[in-house]
């Protein structure tokens, strides 16, 4: 195995964020599943207490020791994003969605046609992802198969846990970038026989915490991708909801819901008989525990509602949703309706690679949210203000977005059972003021509100090292 001492911090639930000093770790060198953690071990207790537990440190046992000012904690959930509009990242402000999809964005992911120009920007997005301490990705490519099946080689390659979708969208696309009905149906089956090769890796028994009986699914998973429902016909709609459910567990499946107020409108006028927008996917079965919704910016209490009963997930956006201009998702409402909520990038809506951009404006969105229901942007300190909480904040980075992926009892914390996903921070970038006297929740809050991808060294997904700046 592998031993792992110093600080760590992870969350236990929405409320919970835990912090561990002299944590000692052990994951299994041939699955990466963490077998024990032992709390309270000083330096010089490593190798009793690791002979306590049966591993004896000779030269074939890594032991990896923080240093002060380190901090080890789960890898970051990116519950949504958009593998071809990397290259876009940063334009496009000046617009709204619609507008936004047809100017900028169809006509870059109409490139995605060239599969080796696919190949070039892939191998880049999730390389940089990875270093930004990304180790769970929810992709969409484009719509084209071979470009995204390229997509998913890559993510295995390179180790980082993916989902992988080809988008579907046979109307209200530009000629040079959409599909027929009959091509999107054949080629969305045609691209999923190709995660067939991706295996699960060989059960071990050394785990206690997850239920080991079952295997642990593979790496990189397929994920059926209506874009929205503005840009599917009831047809694929109906299609993705079978297909989805021919397997059990069922396929993962991932859309946009209610990003946009003109967005809204048209898919009502296209959906006359379903009373909300969240109600077209339920009418087509589209709705479960694997359903990751990105936006839902526009809600009302009913689709909350629905979207809770099915069990469906809501990946936040709120870089994208500023950026935009789509508006200010009210997460409060979501977590209170008992809805499972991640953060998304939604790289290029959104302009930031990696997840903590998006957790700093869902802070910021938050506050604005709560100020305004309060009745005043002006004066918030008149206003009983709820914003979301560090712990929320990082939960949603981690352990929710897991739940979003149906992956919460394999990843997302460091539970003994789970797989080992883990960042090591190292304060190096310029932004992050960090000395002797900060004590180590201080240098975690500080890099998740100061620090960029420079302060992640080392970054492992189901304990490869897959990534990191050291
Ligand atoms: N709705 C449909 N397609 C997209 C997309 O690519 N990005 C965003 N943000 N919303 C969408
Ligand atoms: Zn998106």
Known sequence: ???????????????QLEVLPNALLCVSDTDGIIEWL??????????????????????GVEVVVLGKGEVLCPGMIDTHTHAPQYPNNGLGQQYQLLEWLDK??????????????????????????????????????????????????????????????????????????????????????????HFDKFTSPSSSDSGSGSDQSVPSPPL????????????????????????????????????????????????????PDCETYAGVYDKYDLLG???????CVHLDDKEREVISK?????????????????????????????????????????YALGILPSLRQAAGVSRFVSWSSAGSTASPSSCDAQPLSLPQLFHMATLGGASLCRLESRIGNFLPGKEFDALRIKPASPGM???????????????????????????WVRGRRVGGAA
């Open 220 to 271: 990189v998973q397929p994920i059926l991708t209506p874009r929205f429902a503005i840009s599917t016909t009831p047809e694929v709609l109906a299609f993705i909801g079978k297909l989805a459910h021919s397997r059990s567990p069922s396929i993962a499946i991932q859309t946009h819901l209610s990003e946009n107020p003109a967005e809204v409108e048209f898919t009502k006028q296209l959906f």
């Open 104 to 193: 900028l964005t169809f006509p870059r992911e109409a490139m995605f046609a060239d599969v080796e120009y696919a190949r070039r920007i892939y191998d880049q997005v999730v390389k940089r992802n990875l270093n930004a301490g990304t180790t769970t990705a929810c992709y969409y490519g484009s719509l084209h198969d071979e470009s995204t099946r390229v997509l998913a080689d890559i993510c295995d390659d390179k180790g980082q846990r993916a989902f992988v979708g080809k988008c579907c969208m046979d109307r209200n696309c530009p000629p040079t970038y959409t599909e027929t009905t009959e091509s999107c149906i054949s080629s969305t089956k045609s691209w999923l026989s």
């Open 310 to 350: 099915r069990g469906a997930g809501i990946s936040h956006c709120p870089t994208s949703n500023t950026h935009l201009n789509s508006g200010a998702a009210d997460v409060g409402k979501m977590l209170r309706a008992g809805i499972k909520v991640g953060l998304g990038t939604d790289c290029g809506g959104g």
């Open 1 to 15: 195995p592998t031993l792992y001492h110093g600080t760590l911090i992870h969350s236990l639930s929405l409320t």
């Open 433 to 459: 003021w960090t000395d002797d006297r900060d004590s180590p929740e201080e240098v975690f809050e500080k890099w998740l509100f100061t620090g960029d991808d420079r302060d992640v060294a080392d970054v």
């Open 38 to 59: 032992e709390r309270g071990v000083e330096g010089s207790e490593i190798q009793e207490v690791a002979a306590r537990k049966g591993v004896i440190l000779d030269g």
């Open 289 to 295: 525990p694997g359903t990751i919704l990105a936006h």
